[in-house]
């Protein structure tokens, strides 16, 4: 999966937000943290720079703005910041759109899809060599004994895996963005709905070969601490708002093609939901950060639609 497509599913429903729930158990916070002086800066006024997580959306004719904000799905506790302007501009909007509805969550579908066919285990997929790799590996690092993992864990697909990977990467306490947003919209009785269908993200995850799936696995135990340091990156470039160096990373991704699958399609798809949904409300529309991003990201597809998208504090 390569610590790319982890921070990029984790930053998004798929960044499943039901994987986030049903690995992860992600608490839903209310930290917020300002990182710029905000006696000196208006947040509705544009900044002088594309490095922004949070972009107004104004013109062409809707009514009042909206704003668009990129997540990353799964995040550590200490990594975790949410700027004051993010919260009130998602306090004051008149609906929250996420990826998916979190309230419309299938989490015995996603249980089932991450089990292999009935009497299949990880190891009939692999040489011996490499399970037996993998079965020092969860024992050595993830803590999980080998008879444990032969009789339970073995049963999942190589994704499911791979997540177990990276999430024990992250820590014991971790974040979700999706959740911490649905619990300040619920608080305020906003509408929350999603751009895709629970069902719609579930089969991007069937759709991923499972040999393309044992590969990645396999290559993220053998080069763990590689892996690990690009995740780790990956993070440093979020946290600071760095858009232009996360597109970079993306368009160094080995897949194009699972890239252009996952964010390039899935973004033209969303557009006329998105020009629907605010021409006459004001929504907070939050996505995986890489949705955001390149010349087929969310800003430059609704600038071509006569849109004015522009970066503002997230303070």
């Given at each position: 999966m390569s610590s790319f497509l982890y921070f990029y599913l984790m930053k998004k429903n798929i960044f499943?937000?039901?994987i986030i729930l049903f690995f992860a158990?992600?608490?839903?916070?209310?930290?917020?943290?300002?990182?710029?002086n905000e006696n000196t800066v208006n947040p509705d006024k544009p900044i002088a720079t594309n490095n922004s997580l949070l972009w107004q959306i104004s013109g062409n004719g809707i009514a009042q703005p909206s704003y668009l904000y990129g997540t990353i799905h799964i995040i550590s506790h200490?990594?975790?910041?949410?700027?004051?302007?993010?919260?009130?501009?998602?306090?004051?909007s008149n609906e929250v759109?996420?990826?998916?509805?979190?309230?419309?969550?299938?989490?015995?579908?996603?249980?089932q899809l991450s089990i292999l066919p009935e009497g299949k285990f990880i190891k009939d997929y692999m040489s011996d060599s490499d399970y037996t790799i993998l079965q020092s590996f969860m024992e050595d690092s993830i803590g999980i004994k080998k008879s444990t993992f032969e009789n339970a864990y073995g049963?999942?697909?190589?994704?499911?895996?791979?997540?177990?990977?990276?999430?024990?990467?992250?820590?014991?306490?971790?974040?979700?963005?999706?959740e911490n947003f649905k619990k300040l919209a619920e608080e305020r009785?906003?509408?929350?709905?999603?751009?895709?269908?629970?069902?719609?993200?579930?089969?991007?995850l069937e759709e991923i070969p499972l040999e393309d799936q044992l590969k990645s696995m396999v290559k993220t135990i053998k080069n763990y601490t590689s892996e690990t340091e690009k995740l780790g990156q990956l993070v440093v470039y979020y946290k600071a708002q760095n858009l232009t160096a996360l597109s970079k990373s993306f368009e160094e991704e080995e897949d194009q093609a699972l890239n252009t699958k996952l964010l390039d399609k899935r973004n033209s798809n969303w557009i006329p939901k998105i020009?629907?949904?605010?021409?006459?409300?004001?929504?907070?529309?939050?996505?995986?950060?890489?949705?955001?991003?390149?010349?087929?990201?969310?800003?430059?597809?609704?600038?071509?639609?006569g849109y004015t998208v522009e970066p503002i504090s997230i303070n």
């Open positions: 499943l937000a039901s158990g992600c608490k839903a916070t209310q930290k917020v943290v300002t990182t710029n200490d990594d975790y910041f949410l700027g004051k302007n993010v919260k009130r501009k998602l306090q004051n759109i996420m990826e998916i509805d979190l309230k419309k969550m299938d989490i015995g579908a996603l249980a049963k999942l697909k190589p994704f499911f895996i791979e997540q177990l990977i990276f999430f024990n990467y992250l820590g014991q306490d971790k974040e979700s963005y999706e009785n906003i509408p929350i709905s999603g751009l895709e269908t629970y069902d719609e993200q579930l089969k991007f020009q629907s949904a605010i021409k006459n409300k004001s929504c907070f529309i939050a996505v995986g950060a890489g949705h955001l991003v390149g010349a087929n990201g969310l800003i430059e597809l609704l600038k071509k639609q």
